[in-house]
């Protein structure tokens, strides 16, 4: 259903005060990618799956560096994982 032109303006107003107020938070909205917190969650999972792949890797063919760069990348995955759930000022979990 199209807006009608009363709340097309008063979106457009909202969207100024916005820009206005916050520019950080206007600018990634603006860029549609996750920045700060949610982009650490992101890469921390990422390099979680990789270094378990690289477990796994290592575990049928039988190369142990490659199970422990695995190793080594899953736990570096998780801390930053962890890490973005943390808020950064320092005033504990989000829970």
Same mark, same amino acid.
């Given at each position: 259903?199209? $807006? ?20 950080? $938070? ?70």
């Amino acid at each position: 259903m199209p $807006l009608s032109d009363e709340e097309r303006r008063r979106l457009e107003k909202l969207e100024q005060d916005l820009a206005a107020t916050d520019p950080e $938070l206007n600018l990634e909205l603006q860029s549609g990618r996750p920045r700060g917190m949610a982009a650490r969650s992101v890469w921390g999972i990422l390099a979680t799956v990789a270094g378990f792949v690289l477990v796994i890797a290592g575990i049928i063919t039988q190369i142990m560096i490659i199970g422990v760069i695995g190793f080594l990348l899953m736990c570096a995955g998780a801390n930053w994982f962890l890490g973005g759930l943390r808020p950064r000022d320092g005033s504990g979990y989000p829970f």
